[in-house]
């Protein structure tokens, strides 16, 4: 799907793919090409219209850490960034993007659509003046993408504050253990994907002021972006410290209630010592044993296993270990 952007009086508008046929084509000046899902008759229409080559591993993954932002020869740049989605069911993933900066134009080539990209067209097309040309598409998209880690990062703090409130206010049981295992580790899982995204951030805009294609005001805006990163950045090492704590007081509530139970069984297994050996007392085939020949040998030996059995749990109960 192609989706092309002019600027109109400031504000971003829409261009159809069949007004570039026409004849008031040459003087479309389009600013951004966002190619979501890109078939072949897409990259062909953008190959015949702007002269350029979208490479078949724009989006892979697997590329190489020195082929994610490069410069060619005849100044066109190269810049694969990774962007933050969550599904309404919470799940999360980074998305790969590849943008190619060509002849004053931002193509960005996408496999599915993104939180980030929707908010810019909204702004851009409410706001006048927020963008000016095609670097700034690229930098209000990294803003945004930083804006949306941090709401992210407020979901993940809100998730904890209602993980900490069970464990800490509530008896916790095996079941809710493993309830509240499970919520750590999704949010543990969200705020790594949060750090990576934010950190492959940071390394695309310092590659943008590297290269100097960035006016002074856009660098500024880039600094800006940055000095957001690192707040960020420090947000998601603390809420890693918060996550640790959780995940260990949960655990330590797992051994304390299975110290509860093995407790049981040990002080179960003293007192039924003593029962034990009264059994194998008169258990015993000696001729000799007067209480054998009495009738109240065989209750006197009932009685005796229950006042040894009674006397332990007594004493551990008075101890507070039961």
Known sequence: MLNIFSLENGRLAGLAPDSFDGPDAARLKPIWIDLEDPSADDKRWVAAHFGLLIPEDAIDDDLEESARFYEEDDGQLHIRSDFLRLDDEGNSRNVRVAFILHRNTLFS??????????????????????????????????DADAEYSADALEGIYDALNAISARVLKEQVDDQTAGEVLTAIAREEDLNGRIRRNVMDTRRALSFMMRSRMLSAEQFEDSRQILRDIDS????????????????????????????????????????????????????????????LDQPWGYPFALGLMLVSVAAPFLYFRRKGWL
């Open 232 to 291: 960020l950045d420090s947000h998601t090492a603390f809420l890693f410290d918060k996550i640790n704590f959780l995940m260990d007081a949960t655990v330590g509530f797992i051994n304390i209630n299975q110290n509860r139970i093995i407790k049981i069984f040990s002080v179960a297994s003293v007192a039924l010592l003593p029962p034990t050996l009264i059994a194998s007392v008169y258990g015993m085939n000696f001729k000799f044993m007067p209480e």
């Open 109 to 142: 080539i996408r496999k599915e659509d993104l939180p980030v990209f929707r908010l810019l067209r909204l702004r851009a097309r409410r706001t006048p003046a927020l963008i000016d040309d095609a670097k700034d598409v690229l930098l209000k998209l990294y």
